[in-house]
Nanobody, 121 residues
Framework: QVQLVESGGGLVQPGGSLRLSCTASANIFKIYAMDWYRQAPGIERELVAAITSGGVTNYADSVKGRFTISRDSAKKMVYLQMNSLKPEDTAVYYC???????????????WGQGTQVTVSS
């Protein structure tokens, strides 16, 4: 069974940095796009950053220049380096990936369980 597991969240002061990691477990035939979303209380889940299997990246305007998404396809991992963190970055961050589990040409959407990021002094 495919699972996405995040790590790296925590409490950080404004201006600080955190690095989130997400790994896909189990044998997987192919991973397409990998993304990071976040959801703050009372706010809809929003896309933070995305990276295609070819390495093309896309960012929300609110994090451009501060966050960097990267992936290691061989290790089935995606990362989110977050710098110059602001209190408004506080949210639960979720890893998401479009995965083809086996040789059958079917792709499914998978989510991690989320990791809390709190930016506060």
């Amino acid at each position: 069974q495919v699972q996405l597991v995040e790590s790296g969240g925590g409490l950080v002061q404004p201006g600080g940095s955190l690095r989130l990691s997400c790994t896909a477990s189990a044998n997987i035939f192919k991973i397409y796009a990998m993304d990071w979303y976040r959801q703050a209380p009372g706010i809809e889940r929003e896309l933070v950053a995305a990276i295609t299997s070819g390495g093309v990246t896309n960012y929300a305007d609110s994090v451009k220049g501060r966050f960097t998404i990267s992936r290691d396809s061989a290790k089935k991992m995606v990362y989110l380096q977050m710098n110059s963190l602001k209190p408004e970055d506080t949210a639960v961050y979720y890893c998401h990936a479009d995965i083809q589990p086996g040789p059958q040409p079917n792709t499914y959407s998978y989510w991690g369980q989320g990791t809390q990021v709190t930016v506060s002094s």
